[in-house]
C-alpha cells in the first residue's frame, strides 16, 4: 500500500491520530519569529497548523492525504486564514515567501533526493530572517519501509555547510527504538 493510502486511511480510522497539541519544536520556535506566513508541508490533520493559526499566523498547508486535509477544514475556526492544497510537496510550487516553513515528521516517508529537493525548496520559500522548522525519524518503523532514516547529524549539515543560514537549536532525542533529529534555523 502507498503512503498515500496508508496516510488516508489512518485519517479515516483514526482522525485524532497525531492528537490536538502542537510538536513542541513548533511552540519553541515562535520565540525567534512569532508572526506572519506560514507554509506547514506534510499539514497531515494539522494540529501545528490550527496552533499557528491560533497563534495569527497566516497558513499555507500542504498534504498528498486528502482524508487528512478534509479533517484540517473540519478542525480549524469559520474564517480562519488559511489556504490547504491537497498535493505530493514534490509537486508544491509558490511564488510567495514565508517567515515560518515546517516539515514536521515528513521527511522520512521520502527518499534523499526528494528530501535534497525539498530542503532546497523549502529555503527558497524563506524571507530573510524567516526560520525552517524540521523534526523527522533517525529510527525505522515497525514495518521498515521509511526511505529515509537520517544518522547523527546530517539533518544539520544541510544548514551548517550553508552560509546564508545559521542554526538556533538543534537536538537528537530518544532511544534506538525511537529517536528524532529536530532543526530549527534562520535565513540571514
Ligand atoms: C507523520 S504525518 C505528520 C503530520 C503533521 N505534520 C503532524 O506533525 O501532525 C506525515 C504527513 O506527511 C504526509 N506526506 C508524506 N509524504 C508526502 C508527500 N510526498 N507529499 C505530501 N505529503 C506527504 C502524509 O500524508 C502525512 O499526513
Known amino acids: 500500500m502507498s503512503f498515500k493510502s496508508r496516510f488516508n486511511q489512518k ?5 485524532n491520530v497525531f ?19 506560514a507554509l506547514d508541508l506534510g499539514v497531515g490533520n494539522g494540529r501545528n497548523t490550527i496552533y499557528l493559526l491560533s497563534r495569527g499566523f ?18 480549524v475556526p469559520k474564517g480562519s486564514d488559511l ?6 510537496v514534490l509537486d508544491f510550487e509558490t511564488t510567495e515567501k514565508f517567515d515560518f516553513v515546517c516539515a514536521i ?12 529537493k525539498i530542503i532546497k525548496n523549502m529555503k ?19 514495518m521498515g519501509d521509511l526511505p529515509h532514516i537520517f544518522v547523527h547529524d546530517e539533518l544539520k549539515s544541510y544548514y551548517s555547510t550553508d ?17 528524532v533529529t529536530m532543526l530549527i534555523a534562520q535565513k540571514k
Open 19 to 37: 492528537g490536538d497539541k502542537p510538536m513542541p519544536i513548533i511552540e519553541n520556535a515562535l520565540k525567534y519569529v512569532s508572526s506572519g506566513l
Open 58 to 75: 497566516r497558513v499555507t498547508g500542504v498534504d498528498m492525504s486528502k482524508e487528512g486535509i478534509a479533517l484540517v477544514k473540519e478542525r
Open 163 to 179: 552560509e546564508d543560514w545559521e542554526i538556533l537549536e538543534y537536538k537528537e532525542q530518544g532511544n534506538m527504538h525511537r529517536k
Open 11 to 15: 485519517y479515516k480510522d483514526t482522525p
Open 105 to 116: 515528521g515528513l521527511f522520512h516517508f521520502l527518499n534523499i533526493e526528494s528530501i535534497n
Open 83 to 88: 489556504n490547504l492544497i491537497v498535493s505530493d
Open 124 to 142: 527558497d520559500f524563506t524571507k530573510s530572517a524567516g526560520l525552517n522548522v524540521i523534526a523527522a525519524r533517525m529510527t525505522q518503523n515497525y
